[in-house]
């Protein structure tokens, strides 16, 4: 929310949120000089559509994808039927499963396993599918790695999205007194505690107007 209060500092902004305490606070009267309006979404099926819907119909100078979607969709219930380690030492477990999937899954079974598929990367469809020529910024929450890898990870991603800039950080440094994130562009990376990275990404979007 309070990007996107920042963004509204200098123009137009339609938040999509999942966030019921966002929805309640816009229906408020705004303090905003621009309209900073809300789209709700709870699922990501609702957000990939709502994205498609937005992305196809109105006019965006500028993207800040902070959403976290689902990596995963359920594809498949299962009976697990039996379980045991593997032959080495890295801990790979053999697992003999019965498909279980139905409209209501048996509570019978002593285990079961939920199939997981990976879900597509919405922010990879701004510039492969929606042909979005404006300011992309993309987000990446990773955890339990260094700073440098978390810088290296985060330009590999910012170069596959097509984004312009990319907002890292790591579960550590999300919030406690030294919270903030590395803001990523090409052949930079940039440091920006917490209470500041909204005003920073405004002053991009100014740049980019």
Known sequence: ???ARALAEVGEVTLVTSNANHLVELARPQLTPFPLRAEPFRSYDDLRGLLNRLMTTEFFTGV????????????????IVERR?????????VWV????????????????????????????????????????VKFKLEVGISADRLIEIGHASRVASGADYLV???????EG????????????????PRTELAARLRDLAIQKS
């Open 1 to 3: 929310m309070g990007i």
């Open 64 to 79: 800040f994808m902070s959403a976290a979607v689902s990596d995963y969709t359920p594809a498949g219930a299962y009976q």
């Open 85 to 93: 380690r593997g032959e080495g030492d890295d801990g790979e477990e």
């Open 97 to 136: 499963v019965r498909p279980a999937q139905a409209q209501k899954v048996k509570s019978t079974f002593d285990q079961m396993a939920i199939l997981g598929q990976k879900t597509e990367k919405l922010v990879d469809r701004f510039r492969r599918d929606w042909k979005f020529a404006g300011l992309l």
């Open 168 to 174: 890292a950080n790591t579960l550590d440094i999300v």
């Open 177 to 192: 007194p030294n919270a903030g994130a590395y803001l990523l562009s090409e052949g930079r990376s940039e440091w920006v």
